[in-house]
């Protein structure tokens, strides 16, 4: 081909339509017709208000799907700005130490406030809710262990406690309305956690003044309320089928439980020489007997409810055992003296009220 055949071509092509536009007769006549039909289908008659007006302007200026669009891309910014700042405080090492009473302490709380105000669903609450769950009981543990001026944040730190053990009941009973196939592992993981903050508490509060007594009473109540609700749903997924929720896992989970309970029950009465808690050692111990006899003969509801009177008499025991403990007299001293005449010191007063573990009530 030659280059003067190739130039007529190119200069064709660039006189062409582009995008195959179609010709302009044949749009003024359809367009005739289009605006027809469209005035045909309009309601003439209908006189254009002040209010439609402004709407149509507010509309122009304020688009609703643009500030919804809008308003959806700040959330997410905020909720990644909440993450990236939560986990990089977290990596952090003054954040991750940061105690009750210290400065970084107050943010730490917030930024976990922040996070669970974002959290994207109930899951992930439930997950964030057990992870600072997790560190309020640490925290009670090492309080506890700390000289009487830091001990005073014990009491703010188990009501933050209590809330997140709260939000945990809220957010199991949310799953089990939403996500009834996969709320066994929630309940399932929920129940292994109370066990061990159970055992935590129990601990903490054994080591400090009776004056915390009625602060950790009512932590200890709120985890055996979840560890009931926990198992009521391990319970209600076997009875449905669920293959999450075997026998094998329902009956483990009970052993569980009741050989912790008989551990504590024989614990306090093997210390304690008061016959209200032989009584009612007594008395747990055939409750649990009873739980044990309902859960061979698979009536698990009826084990659950059972499963009640075990946790209130466990703690009742714990609670009233004391021990008595005495302190022997020192021996009679012989003076120096040439009279040799024996001075009897006087006896020292038995030490009373010291709880299961030895530990003195101050």
Same mark, same amino acid.
């Given at each position: ?5 190739? #130039?007529?071509? !190119? ?7 582009? @995008? ?7 749009? /003024? ?25 402004? %709407?149509?302007?507010? @509309? ?27 986990? @990089? ?6 954040? %991750? ?69 709260? @939000? ?8 089990? /309305?939403?996500?009834?196939? +996969? ?5 399932? !993981? ?8 159970? +055992?935590?508490?129990? /601990? ?53 439980? !009741? ?20 009584? #009612? ?10 739980? /044990? ?10 084990? !659950? ?58």
């Amino acid at each position: 081909m030659n280059p003067k055949r190739l #130039r007529t071509i !190119l200069q064709s092509v660039k006189s062409e339509r582009r @995008g195959g536009a179609p010709h302009e007769v044949w749009v /003024k006549k359809n367009r005739d017709i289009l605006m027809m039909q469209v005035r045909n289908t309009m309601d003439l008659s209908a006189a254009r208000t002040y209010g439609n007006s402004m %709407r149509h302007l507010f @509309g122009i200026l304020f688009p609703v799907e643009t500030l919804a669009l809008a308003g959806r891309a700040i959330a997410v910014f905020v909720l990644a700005l909440g993450t990236i700042v939560g986990g @990089g405080l977290a990596s952090a090492q003054m954040y %991750r130490t940061a105690e009750p009473g210290h400065v970084m302490y107050t943010l730490k709380v917030a930024v976990e406030r922040t996070q669970l105000a974002l959290a994207p669903s109930v899951e992930y609450r439930a997950r964030l809710l057990a992870e600072f769950a997790d560190r309020r009981v640490d925290e009670v543990a090492k309080l506890a262990e700390t000289p009487d001026r830091e001990s005073g944040h014990i009491a703010a730190v188990l009501a933050s406690f209590n809330n997140d053990v709260t @939000g945990l009941q809220g957010a199991l009973e949310e799953l089990r /309305k939403s996500d009834p196939v +996969n709320v066994v592992e929630t309940a399932k !993981l929920m129940e292994r956690k109370m066990a061990v903050y159970q +055992n935590v508490l129990s /601990k903490a509060g054994a080591s400090l003044p009776s004056s915390y007594a009625d602060s950790f009473a009512q932590a200890r109540d709120l985890v055996d309320g979840l560890t009931i609700k926990a198992m009521a749903v391990i319970v209600e997924k076997h009875l449905e089928g669920s293959a999450l929720a075997s026998k094998s896992v329902l009956v483990s989970k009970f052993e569980d439980r !009741l050989s912790q309970a008989e551990a504590k029950v024989d614990s306090a009465s093997d210390n304690s020489v008061d016959a209200k808690v032989a009584v #009612r050692a007594k008395q747990a111990k055939d409750a649990i007997a009873e739980v /044990k006899r309902l859960v061979k003969d698979e009536q698990y509801q009826a084990a !659950l409810s059972k499963m009640v009177d075990v946790v209130e008499l466990t703690k009742e025991v714990e609670s009233k055992s004391k021990v008595d403990v005495t302190v022997p007299a020192p021996e009679t001293v012989q003076p120096a003296s040439s009279d040799a005449q024996k001075v009897e010191a006087p006896a020292i007063s038995p030490v009373k009220s010291v709880d299961a573990v030895g530990s003195p009530n101050r």
